[in-house]
């Protein structure tokens, strides 16, 4: 699959950690932005394969961010929400948005490997 870039939008630091290591051991590219802001500005500025989205950030938060993504800059870019809110409405409001998957923390790292293989699969059999 070469080396795809991932932007991993978290602004705790343990989060960041997690995910930094798992994309560097799947062999991808590592981007990470703090806050919301940053990360529609690298979207702006860089191409990149997939986006890991925490959805309270400060500032500008996850949804905010994905709407903006969604409407300006990319609309096929999968987008997964990565949050430790699990009610039912908040991954409701993820797929309303067109956030692609919900992934619940604590992480279940074998499950999100699974999940952003078949994404970057399906993008690259489709362009």
């Known amino acids: 699959m070469g080396a795809k870039k991932i932007l991993v939008v978290e ?3 343990a989060s960041q950690y997690l995910m930094e290591l798992v994309i560097k051991e799947m062999g991808f590219a590592y981007t990470a932005a ?9 979207m702006r500025t860089e191409k990149f394969d997939l986006i890991l989205m925490d959805l309270r950030l400060p500032r500008m938060s996850g949804y905010e961010a994905t709407k903006i ?8 870019i999968p987008i997964f929400a990565v949050t430790a809110h699990t009610a039912q409405a908040v991954s409701l409001k993820c797929y309303d948005l067109g956030m692609n998957e919900f992934i619940p923390k ?8 699974e999940l952003m293989f078949k994404y970057l699969e399906m993008r690259r059999t489709s362009s």
Do not use: H, T
Not at 34 to 42: D, H, N, P, R, Y
Not at 106 to 113: A, E, G, S
């Open 34 to 42: 703090l806050v919301g802001e940053k990360a529609v500005e690298l």
């Open 69 to 76: 993504i969604r409407e300006e800059i990319d609309k096929d």
């Open 106 to 113: 604590p992480i279940d790292v074998d499950k999100l490997k």
């Open 11 to 13: 602004d705790d630091s």
